[in-house]
């Protein structure tokens, strides 16, 4: 069973601090992965995908792969009360036409 | 303009009765999804179609039937509704295979079955 997992917080931050959110996967042969961002009654929203080992940065986010722990995470620096949502990582196993979620974080920043 | 629509976004129904739900994409995206997103936030596939071609068909009660018109049209007709099937449901598209792009979604088709 291919698994994705992830801490369902809350996470509260503060305004400004950096929000450190966290994904594993079961799936060794996962190639590449991606952050959605949901806001309550919302869609996904896709803000970052990473396929390489190390960082990728955009604004004021950056993603982190380390496939030998299997490990992805998303790092949101100076938070925002915007940034309140739901965070979902995926996996893409190699070789499917499918992408496996993790449950999602709650993120919370307060000011 | 949308680029994935999804008819209707709200649907409140009684158990037993059958209803559809419609999907759009205008990206000529290659390939539609259906996923379902429980309470806990959890989105779990259900059904994906690669250019009209059923290609994803998961664990699913066979109460639920996709149907693909064209490649930029995705529906999902449920019939006899149970409780049990109220959740949020998110149509997807992506450019072929999700492998580097992942998937645009839809806006949402909140179910209620009472």
């Known amino acids: 069973q291919k698994e994705v997992e992830q801490n369902s917080g809350p996470l509260s931050v503060p305004e400004g601090a950096i929000a450190s959110l966290n994904c594993t996967y079961s799936d060794r042969g996962s190639q590449s992965f991606f952050w959605y961002r949901q806001y309550s009654g919302k869609s996904p929203e896709l803000i970052m995908f990473i396929y390489s080992n190390g960082d990728k940065e955009d604004g004021r986010f950056t993603a982190q792969l380390n496939k030998a722990s299997q490990y992805v995470s998303l790092l949101i620096r100076d938070s925002q009360p915007s940034d309140s949502a739901t965070y979902l990582c995926a996996a893409w196993p190699y070789n499917t036409d499918k992408l496996i979620f993790g449950t999602g974080t709650r993120l919370q920043v307060f000011p | 303009d949308t680029a994935v629509s999804q008819t209707p976004k709200y649907l409140v129904t009684q158990m037993g009765n059958d209803k559809s739900i419609k999907c759009e994409q205008n990206?000529?995206?290659?390939?539609m999804y259906w996923y379902k997103q429980d309470s806990k936030k959890f989105l779990k596939i259900m059904f994906s179609y690669n250019n009209k071609e059923l290609i994803i068909n998961e664990t699913v009660p066979n109460r639920f039937s996709p149907k693909s018109p064209d490649k930029a049209h995705l529906n999902l007709h449920i019939n006899s509704l149970e409780l049990g099937d109220s959740a949020v449901y998110f149509c997807?598209?992506?450019?072929?295979?999700?492998?580097?792009?992942?998937?645009?979604f839809g806006s949402g088709t909140r179910l209620t079955v009472v």
């Open positions: 990206l000529g995206h290659d390939t």
């Open positions: 997807a598209s992506s450019q072929d295979s999700p492998s580097y792009y992942g998937y645009t």
